[in-house]
């Protein structure tokens, strides 16, 4: 089965602060790609960033960072100097195989708190 | 920059009725996407859209929704007979390619009573 988990429901850090969020996931597909997306209370869907599983470099896009762990099927989000603006559900999602699907988790709610 | 407009923003109906959302996805793209997300849970995948025809579906796009491409700007759902558990966002999404990241609209919040 196709899957991605995510097992914060919340978090909470301080502004400035650096903070991780979790995702595994599951596939036999060698060919996928990770995204991690942004919701904030205007439930607009924005893409923070993406991964793809042939890369082994960790995606970098300015303060987000992805800690991306192939064989143990882990696909972390760094966010270094938390601001205000980053309070949001975050969103850890996945396109498996040659399926156009994204396969969503359940989403982190992150707050930073000022 | 480009983005993924959707109309109308907020849409109420009564149950059994017929509603459309409609979407503009980025002029380049190819592929495009509804997705739902009922208040709490997880976004869920109901259908993809390219060359003119659906390219997958899951189980929830059942006989009751269908989508079109009416021109070459508007993407449309149709809901046709609209039940209470229908209520949802409902994101439309595209992307340049079949590999690419997708980019959501605003989403149309719709609510069915």
């Known amino acids: 089965a196709q899957t991605v988990t995510q097992s914060q429901p919340e978090m909470s850090v301080q502004e400035a602060e650096t903070v991780t969020l979790s995702c595994t996931y599951d596939t036999s597909e060698s060919n996928y790609y990770l995204f991690w997306y942004k919701q904030p209370p205007s439930r607009q869907m924005i893409l923070v960033i993406r991964q793809e599983a042939y890369k082994q470099q960790n995606a970098t896009e300015n303060r987000f960072s992805v800690n991306f762990q192939k064989a143990a099927k882990s696909f972390s989000l760094k966010i270094s100097d938390s601001q205000l603006g980053d309070t949001a559900m975050y969103f850890c999602?996945?396109?498996?195989?040659?399926?156009?699907?994204?396969?969503w988790g359940a989403g982190t709610k992150l707050i930073i708190k000022p | 920059e480009p983005e993924v407009t959707q109309t109308p923003s907020h849409q109420v109906t009564q149950m059994g009725q017929e509603v459309i959302l409609r979407c503009v996805p980025i002029?380049?793209?190819?592929?495009f996407y509804w997705y739902r997300q009922i208040l709490g849970q997880k976004v869920e995948f109901l259908v993809s859209f390219y060359n003119n025809e659906i390219s997958e579906k899951s189980e929830i796009f059942d006989d009751q929704f269908s989508v079109e491409r009416p021109d070459g700007s508007n993407f449309t759902l149709k809901i046709r007979s609209t039940k209470l558990e229908d209520s949802a966002m409902y994101f439309c999404?595209?992307?340049?390619?079949?590999?690419?990241?997708?980019?959501f609209g605003p989403g149309t919040r719709l609510t069915v009573t």
């Open positions: 999404a595209s992307s340049g390619d079949s590999r690419g990241e997708q980019y």
């Open positions: 999602a996945a396109r498996m195989g040659s399926n156009y699907q994204l396969i």
């Open positions: 002029s380049n793209h190819l592929y």
